[in-house]
């Protein structure tokens, strides 16, 4: 079940997306969105799709795969309070990877890219809160992706060693 606009507007004063807005403007940013119900292996995104829509994570958990040649390689895990599909819906270019529910009732907030457009004239404090959230989710995203791949180059070629 899909929670209430009550609910939601709770949820999002919790989170880092909202925590400089007041309640009124959380209630205006829930207008400009969609609640989205997904199923276990529900695809979000397809890989080579253009970002029409960006997506912020309510309930549940959202794998972020790579398609190697058919075979599906999880990079990455998107929970509750994160912000996802940033990327191609900001530079418009295809998507990387394939988005998918890994939950069962996953729930999203969907912003389209139509709607942004005109949060941006109408609100344009409240859409610039959500950039400075996506800038700060690809920070990071990247910091995780750098961690991981130092991490890796340690094992493999031992510390300090090259």
Do not use: W
Not at 40 to 51: D, L, Q, R, T, Y
Not at 111 to 130: C, F, G, K, Q, S
């Amino acid at each position: 079940m899909a929670p209430n606009q009550i609910e939601l507007t709770q949820f999002l004063s919790q989170q880092h997306l909202c925590e400089s807005l007041t309640i009124k403007e959380t209630q205006t940013l829930l207008d400009y969105t969609a609640v989205v119900n997904c199923k276990k292996n529900e695809v979000i995104a397809e890989v080579g799709e253009v970002g029409e829509a960006l997506f912020f994570v309510i309930k549940g958990e959202v794998a972020l795969l790579h398609d190697d040649g058919g075979h599906e390689v999880a990079v990455g895990t998107m929970r509750e309070g994160e912000l996802m599909g940033e990327m191609s819906f900001f530079d418009h270019e295809p998507r990387l990877l394939r988005i998918r529910a890994s939950q069962p009732g996953t729930l999203l907030l969907k912003l389209t890219r139509a709607m942004y457009d005109r949060l941006r004239v109408e609100h344009p404090y409240i859409a610039v809160n959500l950039l400075e959230h996506a800038i700060i989710s690809l920070d990071h995203l990247v910091r995780r992706v750098s961690h991981d791949e130092a991490a890796l180059t340690r094992y493999i070629f031992g510390k300090g060693k090259r």
